[in-house]
């Protein structure tokens, strides 16, 4: 089965029912304060190079110490979960916290790739990835997360080859990839990436 007539078969069925009520979470958590954005702002530094279901667990435990813990008291409430960068993580969570205040003024100043471009590149712990997991998770619908999940799915269905590394151009270009399949289903960049995340992990998380 190719891959479009996959996503769409996974659309028909009780998937379908999922990944719509997982966009609607998505766009709820837009909706909310500062201070909860700035916390999805922080799990999305966590899931670097990190699974995103310990992530979830990590981030409820942790609530609001994204905000008031100190580095070290965040990085043993890191090392204490068993989160594999404690030290590194907290110092970059710390150090977003300089945006806080700004991060709504930015979003709504912003928009594109000019918005994620800036989040990679003035939020250190952020790169293309988690900068486009960050908007997909309060309610931005038009960006690729590019996860090693997706990739394997792209790979296996020899729509690019795999790449050595993802550069900020590679990035976009594997993203258009997704927006010529997309267009082809009439999916977005948020669903599509649910859709393809759950044939690889049997999962819809976010």
């Known amino acids: 089965m190719s891959l479009i007539a996959e996503v769409k078969r996974l659309k028909r069925s ?4 999922l990944v719509d009520t997982r966009i609607k979470q998505f766009e709820a958590a837009g909706r909310k ?3 909860s954005i700035f916390n999805e702002l922080c799990f999305c530094i966590l899931t670097a190079n990190y699974t995103a279901g310990r992530a979830i667990v990590i981030q409820k435990a942790i609530g609001d110490g994204f905000i008031k813990l100190p580095r070290r008291g965040l990085a043993a409430r ?4 068993g989160y594999r960068f404690p030290n590194t993580r907290a110092e970059y969570i710390v150090g977003a916290r300089r945006h806080r205040r700004t991060l709504g003024g930015v979003l709504k100043r912003l928009s594109g790739n000019e918005l994620r471009h800036y989040l ?3 939020v250190k712990g952020l790169g293309y990835k988690e900068a486009s997991h960050f908007l997909r998770n309060i309610g931005y619908k038009d960006y690729a997360i590019l996860d090693f999940h997706i990739i394997d799915v792209l790979t296996d269905n020899k729509i690019i080859r795999r790449p050595k590394t993802l550069t900020p151009k590679r990035y976009l270009e594997v993203e258009c990839e997704l927006r010529r399949i997309g267009g082809r289903i009439r999916m977005n960049m948020a669903e599509l990436d649910l859709y393809l995340w759950f044939m690889e992990t049997g999962k819809i998380l976010k």
Do not use: E, I, Y
């Not at 890191?78 to 979960?81: G, Q």
């Open 33 to 35: 304060s500062g201070d």
């Open 120 to 122: 990679a590149c003035n």
């Open 14 to 17: 009780g998937v379908g029912r």
């Open 78 to 81: 890191l090392r204490a979960l």
